[in-house]
């Protein structure tokens, strides 16, 4: 787990990330190969500028996935629906938005053949990606971990929670007991606190 602006990300979800800004940088180039096969003098010379106009693309592409939430952790569960929706409408704003760069900076523009074969191969490209990784990586991984202060009542209420969809998204570390507070829950899901509660929660990755 890496720390990042106060919450925890799974390194394997940031080593996905990278993977995703090589998937989108590499588009760039796969649409020159395929547009301009025939064309060796004119594909040549488009790369003499590419460089910059992959990165814009890139940073723009990648900046739509994170606001559409394509980063957050607990989007795998229930991957399939969310995920399909939320990456075409992505792929819509970032377009949106590729339009808007190249109509301000018209030296950044590729064309919108180039653009067209950009975002197919790289919606292709980030299916797969995300294909391998939720073969490959810890579902729990994913889950946001929750401490909870108490053991009593409303701790005992929130452990007889037994449908998943209840606990979606959630990673239950433990239990603290409240000192004057009668403990409703299994002793064994309440911690044990030799520490500072900052500590602990440092200790156990608590989100």
């Not at 990330?17 to 301009?36: G, P, Q």
């Not at 460089?51 to 795998?76: D, H, P």
């Not at 520490?195 to 602990?200: E, I």
Request: aromatic share 14%; charged share 20%.
């Amino acid at each position: 787990m890496i720390r990042v602006f106060k919450n925890y990300i799974p390194g394997s979800f940031l080593l996905l990330a990278l993977a995703e800004f090589c998937i989108f940088y590499a588009s760039v180039y796969v649409a020159i190969e395929l547009r301009f096969t025939e064309s060796f003098t004119e594909s040549k010379g488009i790369y003499d500028s590419l460089m910059y106009k992959a990165i814009v693309f890139t940073f723009v592409m990648q900046s739509s996935m994170t606001a559409m939430g394509l980063y957050w952790r607990n989007l795998r569960e229930g991957m399939v629906p969310k995920f399909f929706l939320r990456l075409t409408a992505c792929f819509i704003l970032g377009y949106v938005l590729l339009s808007i760069v190249f109509y301000t900076f018209p030296d950044l523009i590729l064309g919108r053949g180039l653009i067209g074969i950009s975002l197919l191969s790289s919606y292709a490209g980030i299916l797969v990606a995300r294909y391998i990784y939720n073969i490959f990586s810890d579902p729990e991984v994913m889950k946001r971990r929750v401490l909870i202060l108490g053991a009593g009542k409303n701790a005992h209420q929130l452990d007889n929670l037994r449908r998943k969809s209840d606990w979606q998204g959630f990673h239950l570390v433990g239990y603290i007991h409240v000192p004057g507070e009668h403990d409703l829950v299994d002793k064994d899901k309440i911690l044990t606190i030799n520490q500072s509660l900052m500590d602990l929660v440092k200790e156990h990755e608590v989100d």
